[in-house]
């Protein structure tokens, strides 16, 4: 299974279990394993990078029950096509792992021209309250 360009996880390193689904297909449902549970053992993985696995790990801290992280899928009628979305939201969900953290935004600051442009428009508003205000004369 291809993860991204730096990642490829080798289909023996997977475990799928297979188990009745509660979604749609009539009474099928109740003869036919079509539920996948797909599991990958990230932490004691030897296809995935130490540097990967640190970032990636610390990322999936909340999925990971004992360093392995197990996706499900059931909407599918068949077996092969949950087989399919399972794998694919694995790929998925791994590759957003294993993404570079974005950079870090360079502080800037506001122009010349922006400041005056808001001082003045600061300005124009007081002298517009200030006018409502105006002397009462009764």
Known sequence: MIVNQ????PAA????RFSRSSGPGGQGVNTTDSRVEL??????SPSVPDTLRARMLERLDRKL???VITVVASERREQ???REAARERLAATL???AA????KRKPT???RGSVQRRISAKKRRGELKRHRRGGHDD
Do not use: C, H, Q
């Not at 599991?39 to 004691?44: E, N, P, Y």
């Not at 570079?100 to 950079?103: E, I, K, L, W």
């Open 80 to 82: 092969r096509a949950n």
């Open 95 to 97: 590759a957003e792992a």
């Open 39 to 44: 599991s990958f053992d990230l932490a004691r």
């Open 65 to 67: 029950v004992g360093g």
């Open 109 to 111: 600051k506001p122009s």
């Open 100 to 103: 570079p953290p974005p950079r």
């Open 13 to 16: 390193e997977l475990r799928e």
């Open 6 to 9: 730096r990642l490829t996880i």
